[in-house]
């Protein structure tokens, strides 16, 4: 696989840690910033609301460089986004801070989602896009642990910092060992980019990226009361949990990166049905430690790792320009503000077992999305039309010189 993926892997990570460090420090956060906790946690949701909203636009402004340029912008906003969150004298100011980062980190993961794409062969794309995004799982696995620590002994601001530090060896490397392309393949204007939008297959496969993202977040917001409250682990025990949760979730994105490119649409009709039971059984059997403890694991390893199909589904339905794949990371987003938001409202109704059974609604909904396509498909066999996967023709794969730049993946992958 092209070292290139991996730089862009890294990126990833460092937006993601910067995504959830306040979720981490909202205590201290709170005493430093002199407001209560409910209002950092609004900071959060404005980093969401941001992502989803704003991602997009800033993604058309992008549209013109070449990716690589992009990239570096998109790193000196996020940079820029990041100091002033270490530096905020004020809520206000921290606020700003955090649309400012949410909206590059957005950008930036469409732009290289779509380099990622450009980077290798067709027949391997998914796996590069799981690859790409293991720096969101490794960002839940370990940015988010090792920042609240660094926050925890040193000062919130502290954890700001070093999450710039990292982003500045992110840009340097990707300086480095990224590759100078042009724009995304088949790239052009505004009006070119919004073609792919009049079809109506594409917000069918963004509503099922949102409804898995949904479900699986409405479970995992809500995990630590559930472990406490429901479950009766300790606080302090609880975080080694969601690391063991973090480690499935970077299991499962590997198994399905190795998926995606020929079965997108069953590896997510299979993530979701299985998503299901684990969410039920949660649900049923919370109050037992050792069922609670493997189910949440069934969560991570067919969740969020859902994203490499997701992606394949979207680009192939699509494109795998930047602002669809940006358009596609804010219904990403959005499943995790309906997930959160509605489990949430469940609990106050319903009590801490709630979410698990909204999580599991919503992932019955999502698979009524795939419906139509399933039945493309099962038209399309019993027509005998060959070489058919998942409604969309495979690419055919180009042979290019080896000393071609665009194609860095070989066997060796």
């Known amino acids: 696989m092209p070292r290139a993926v991996y730089l862009l892997a890294m990126g990833i990570f460092a937006m993601v840690t910067s995504?959830?460090?306040?979720?981490g420090l909202m205590p201290q956060m709170?005493?430093?910033l002199a407001v209560s906790i409910p209002r950092i946690g609004y900071l959060i949701t404005a980093f969401a609301v941001a992502m989803a909203a704003g991602g997009p636009?800033?993604?058309?402004?992008m549209l013109k460089l070449r990716q690589k340029t992009a990239l570096m912008a998109l790193f000196g906003i996020f940079l820029?986004?990041?100091v002033l969150a270490a530096l905020a004298p004020d809520y206000g100011v921290m606020l700003a801070a955090r649309i400012v980062t949410g909206v590059a980190s957005q950008a930036f993961f469409g732009v290289a989602i779509s380099l990622c794409v450009q980077l290798t062969r067709p027949e391997v794309r998914g796996r590069a896009i799981a690859l790409a995004m293991n720096g969101l799982m490794l960002g839940t696995l370990l940015g988010l642990p090792l920042s609240t620590i660094v926050g925890e002994r040193f000062g919130w601001r502290v954890a700001f910092w070093v999450i710039s530090g990292i982003t500045v060896l992110a840009a340097l490397a990707t300086l480095a060992g990224v590759p100078r392309l042009g724009r995304a393949e088949g790239g052009g204007g505004v009006r070119e980019e919004l073609v792919a939008f009049k079809n109506p297959r594409l917000w069918l496969a963004l509503s099922t990226s949102t409804l898995i993202i949904g479900a699986t977040f409405s479970a995992f917001s809500y995990f630590h009361p559930i472990l406490t409250e429901v479950t009766g682990f300790r606080a302090d025990t609880v975080p080694l949990l969601l690391i063991g949760y973090g480690a499935a979730t970077v299991l499962g994105n590997t198994v399905v990166g190795r998926l995606a490119d020929r079965h997108a649409v069953a590896v997510q009709l299979v993530g979701l049905a299985l998503n299901f039971l684990f969410l039920v059984g949660f649900a049923v059997f919370a109050h037992l430690a050792v069922p609670a403890v493997m189910l949440m694991t069934?969560?991570?390893l067919v969740g969020v790792t859902m994203n490499p199909a997701m992606a394949t589904r979207v680009q192939r339905t699509g494109n795998a320009r930047p602002l669809v794949n940006t358009v596609h990371s804010s219904f990403i987003t959005l499943g995790v503000?309906?997930?959160s938001s509605v489990?949430?409202?469940a609990i106050n109704s319903f009590g801490f077992r709630a979410p698990l059974w909204v999580g599991a609604a919503l992932a019955v909904i999502g698979i009524g999305t795939l419906v139509p396509d399933l039945l493309r498909r099962s038209g399309a066999a019993s027509a005998a039309v060959p070489d058919v996967v998942d409604l969309e023709p495979e690419p055919e794969p180009v042979a290019a010189p080896a000393a071609d730049p665009k194609y860095l993946c070989t066997a060796r992958s």
């Not at 636009?57 to 402004?61: D, E, G, H, I």
């Open 298 to 300: 069934g969560i991570g």
């Open 337 to 339: 503000i309906v997930g």
């Open 19 to 23: 995504e959830f460090v306040v979720a």
């Open 80 to 82: 820029a986004g990041n």
């Open 30 to 32: 709170a005493a430093g």
């Open 343 to 345: 489990g949430g409202l």
């Open 57 to 61: 636009f800033l993604t058309v402004a």
